[in-house]
């Protein structure tokens, strides 16, 4: 089992940026693909970025591409979503999660994901 505790979401203005953090505990961090995935209000889940085991390789879903930055520190457990240039479309619960799948081309769809955190929302005002 992992699990992942997700943190740093709160209120921002449109233009400014947040940093998201999730902490995971249980098995080998350094054994898991990483992800975020957001849903904002009445909306179906939606992929934002991966990141491979070793860091060496990011995915992006276009909306964010260069605005948020992924990352993951294996030594201490955590992954990171750097939040630049917000806008009032990226309102969401976002939501970090652990895949423990060998191989994707981008790691981008839900199902590929074996553990899930619960959740921090961000919230931006225009």
């Known amino acids: 089992q992992v699990q992942l505790v997700e943190s740093g979401g709160g209120l921002v203005q449109a233009g400014g940026s947040l940093r998201l953090s999730c902490a995971a505990s249980g098995r080998t961090f350094s054994n898991y693909v990483m992800g975020w995935f957001r849903q904002a209000p009445g909306k179906e889940r939606e992929f934002v970025a991966s990141?491979?085991?070793?860091?060496?390789?990011?995915y992006y879903v276009d909306s964010v591409k260069g605005r948020f930055t992924i990352s993951r520190d294996n030594a201490k457990n955590t992954v990171y979503l750097q939040m630049n240039n917000v806008k009032p479309e990226d309102t969401a619960v976002y939501y970090c999660?652990?895949?423990?799948?060998?191989?994707?081309?981008?790691?981008?769809?839900?199902?590929?994901?074996?553990?899930w955190g619960k959740g921090t929302l961000v919230t931006v005002s225009s």
């Open positions: 990141i491979t085991r070793s860091g060496d390789r990011t």
């Open positions: 999660a652990a895949s423990g799948k060998w191989y994707s081309a981008t790691y981008s769809a839900g199902g590929e994901y074996d553990y």
